[in-house]
């Protein structure tokens, strides 16, 4: 079982990203692929409270936090060879994959590129459905905005609809913060690549392993009527539901995400 100290890492993929990356804790390796337009930062509870319980890899995904953003336009695609690169960079074979919101999505783009690669999947507060036409526009919109006016502007504009009613105004102010840093045309980019991405609801019945669904139940953007069609479709999956949590459950309601998250690893462990 690959083991590690733990720190904050830096490393240039032959895909060609320079990726900024958190690896810490030991035993199961857990890969967790943040949400937009955050950064690995939104990780916090996990990376400190989880470390006897796994060994938890938390890149900032490219154009996010300390990982610059790529030249050249970007799909899905690339963020998950990135993972599958960083994964190899470390000589880890298989991981539990743990994707919230736009996490999920390259975990899907992971799972058509490497499933044999993913040895558990916890599907947080996001969607296999594409955009609509209206989402597409409104992420172009957005894209335009951010690029025009800057990342502040833009997360400032998103995040009322990102956390439950109830959420401290301190964490508002954190997750502000962490979007605010983050390049614009990393997010821009980001938006676009979210724009294009494919359906996934035909690969959820070919999930054949471990899998756990969880949804904030305030989440108005991927609410947990969207989260419970995705557990029904995928064969032996759990569903949890985060009481007084929305869009972003793992830090909103840390101690019970990091619940499910342990009993997964556990599930997975057992199945190895």
């Given at each position: 079982m690959p083991t ?45 409270t989880l470390t ?29 060879a990135d993972v ?189």
């Amino acid at each position: 079982m690959p083991t590690t100290t733990g720190g904050t890492m830096e490393a240039t993929l032959p895909t060609g990203a320079q990726v900024r990356y958190d690896d810490v804790g030991r035993g199961q390796p857990v890969v967790l692929l943040h949400a937009f337009p955050l950064s690995a930062a939104l990780w916090r509870a996990q990376l400190t409270t989880l470390t006897d319980r796994c060994r938890m890899i938390a890149p900032d995904l490219r154009g996010f936090g300390g990982s610059p953003p790529m030249p050249t336009p970007q799909s899905l695609d690339d963020y998950a060879a990135d993972v599958l690169a960083l994964l190899n960079a470390l000589h880890i074979e298989r991981a539990v994959v743990a994707g919230l919101s736009m996490g999920g999505y390259i975990a899907f783009a992971l799972i058509r590129q490497a499933p044999e690669r993913i040895s558990g999947l916890l599907l947080a507060d996001t969607r296999a459905t594409p955009d609509s036409d209206a989402a597409r526009a409104t992420r172009a919109a957005n894209a335009e905005l951010v690029l025009r006016e800057g990342s502040a502007a833009l997360a400032e504009r998103l995040l009322p609809n990102l956390l439950a009613p109830q959420a401290s105004e301190a964490l508002r102010a954190e997750l502000l913060a962490i979007a605010a840093a983050n390049p614009p045309a990393g997010i821009a980019a980001a938006l676009h690549a979210m724009a294009a991405r494919p359906d996934s609801t035909p690969l959820l019945s070919q999930i054949n392993v471990p899998t756990t669904v969880v949804v904030g139940a305030e989440d108005t953007l991927t609410p947990p009527s969207e989260a419970r069609l995705m557990h029904e479709a995928i064969a032996g999956s759990r569903f949890v539901v985060i009481p007084n949590a929305g869009h972003l459950s793992a830090i909103e309601r840390p101690a019970e995400f990091n619940l499910a998250l342990v009993e997964l690893v556990m599930q997975v462990t057992a199945h190895s």
